[in-house]
């Protein structure tokens, strides 16, 4: 129950950005745009705010979590036919990373020390 608030958080978030710039920026459907923020959220609280966050820091973190982003937008966009162009997915991760690092001090206050 301790993962529900962080993950909620860091995906209105995530979709806030998606929606506002990619869905300005690219023809992809409200609906790609949800699937993508779900898709990114997954991974980056997995591997960064689970895996990484507690082992290194909040910097570290965003890094990973915003290169990460940026990735999964790329390799997203393979699979659909609606490409991400790279500046468009570079300029959406560096937003989000400004979220990430917000989050990170709530996770690592109210999630980690329980762990």
């Not at 998606?18 to 992809?28: A, D, H, K, R, S």
């Not at 898709?39 to 609280?45: G, N």
């Not at 990460?68 to 991400?84: E, G, N, P, R, V």
């Amino acid at each position: 129950m301790k993962h529900l608030m962080p993950l909620t958080l860091k995906f209105i978030m995530i979709s806030v950005a998606l929606t506002v710039i990619l869905g300005l920026l690219t023809p992809l459907s409200f609906l790609n745009l949800i699937y993508l923020s779900l898709f990114i959220t997954i991974a980056t609280y997995l591997i960064g705010d689970l895996l990484i966050l507690p082992k290194t820091s909040n910097q570290v973190t965003t890094i990973v979590d915003t290169a990460s982003a940026f990735i999964l937008m790329l390799i997203y966009s393979l699979f659909t036919k609606a490409t991400i162009p790279i500046g468009t997915a570079f300029i959406t991760a560096l937003v989000i990373a400004m979220g990430e690092w917000l989050l990170h001090k709530y996770i690592a206050r109210m999630v980690i020390p329980g762990d």
